[in-house]
């Protein structure tokens, strides 16, 4: 699915994001809590960097609170990463 913005953020996606003032590039598939593994980049979706992510879509700047600072990250892309898919 792609809204006018681009390709939406959601569970089973995998994000690659920038960090607005370190620049560094990153990227973590978002997945159910039962299906996080933080060292094989799977983040659970209650996690607040997760949470914030998923109100997102690729090309979008968001502004999310986490628990040390508020960070600004720029959206570069959405992939679908369902196992199986």
Request: glycine share 8%; aromatic share 6%.
């Given at each position: ?31 159910p809590p039962e299906a996080a ?32 600072a508020l960070k600004t990250y ?12």
């Amino acid at each position: 699915m792609t809204n006018a913005n681009g390709k939406p953020v959601a569970v089973w996606s995998r994000v690659k994001f920038q960090d607005m003032e370190t620049r560094e590039i990153v990227s973590y598939t978002l997945v159910p809590p039962e299906a996080a593994d933080p060292s094989a980049g799977r983040i659970s979706i209650g996690c607040p960097l997760a949470a914030g992510l998923l109100a997102g879509w690729e090309g979008a700047t968001l502004r999310i609170q986490l628990p040390e600072a508020l960070k600004t990250y720029k959206i570069l892309s959405v992939e679908e990463a369902r196992p199986g898919a």
